[in-house]
């Protein structure tokens, strides 16, 4: 038997393993698909109670993820990990298969995550209300970005169903 979203969500064990369930989720959702992307983890902080989770740049192959949160939520609540990450994946996947519209794409990350983890899940409730989760901080503007260049660690071997093995 096909185990569901939240048991395969349960079940990866880095940003690769996760960002496959992301695809997987995205493909079977919205029938798009996209190979090649690379993730970056960034120092992008955190300002006057908000914060960048992640961005894609437009026609770029890049996704990069912020720090700060990260950090933070394995410090303080360890379980939501996992949720988060699927969740700013998931949002920023849908950005590179060309949604550029802000709304558009967080409610794609809603209905996604509503289908496939269920209304109950920690990532459906970031997608939702990040508020309830990380109180005192919210996802700012797409006009918050580093005041200078950031400083990117690319995460090797990110997107494994990209990679061929010739043995």
Same mark, same amino acid.
């Given at each position: 038997?096909?185990?569901? *979203?939240? +048991?395969?969500?349960?079940?990866?064990?880095? &940003?690769?393993?996760?960002? #496959?369930?992301?695809?997987? !989720? !995205?493909?079977?959702?919205?029938?798009?698909?996209? !190979?090649?992307?690379?993730?970056? =983890?960034?120092?992008?902080?955190?300002?006057?109670?908000? *914060? /960048?989770?992640?961005?894609?740049?437009?026609?770029?192959?890049?996704?990069?993820?912020?720090?700060?949160?990260?950090?933070? =939520?394995? #410090? $303080?609540?360890?379980?939501?990990?996992?949720?988060?990450? *699927?969740?700013?994946?998931?949002?920023?996947?849908?950005?590179?298969?060309?949604?550029?519209? +802000?709304?558009?794409?967080? +409610?794609?990350?809603?209905? /996604?995550?509503?289908?496939?983890?269920?209304?109950?899940?920690?990532?459906?409730?970031?997608? $939702?209300?990040?508020?309830? &989760?990380?109180?005192?901080?919210?996802?700012?503007? /797409?006009?918050?970005?580093?005041?200078?260049?950031?400083?990117? &660690? /690319?995460?090797?071997? &990110?997107?494994?169903?990209?990679?061929?093995?010739?043995?």
């Amino acid at each position: 038997m096909e185990k569901n *979203f939240e +048991e395969r969500l349960e079940e990866c064990s880095d &940003f690769s393993d996760i960002f #496959e369930l992301v695809k997987d !989720a !995205a493909e079977k959702t919205l029938g798009r698909a996209r !190979a090649g992307l690379m993730l970056g =983890i960034s120092e992008l902080g955190q300002y006057s109670g908000g *914060f /960048i989770g992640g961005y894609h740049e437009l026609d770029s192959n890049l996704i990069v993820m912020n720090s700060t949160p990260l950090r933070r =939520i394995k #410090e $303080t609540n360890p379980k939501l990990f996992k949720p988060y990450c *699927f969740h700013v994946l998931l949002h920023e996947y849908i950005h590179s298969l060309g949604f550029v519209d +802000e709304q558009k794409t967080r +409610e794609l990350t809603i209905k /996604i995550s509503l289908g496939l983890l269920g209304k109950n899940h920690p990532a459906t409730g970031l997608a $939702t209300n990040i508020k309830k &989760f990380l109180p005192g901080l919210h996802y700012s503007g /797409i006009d918050l970005l580093p005041k200078k260049e950031p400083e990117i &660690f /690319i995460v090797q071997g &990110f997107d494994k169903g990209n990679l061929t093995y010739i043995s």
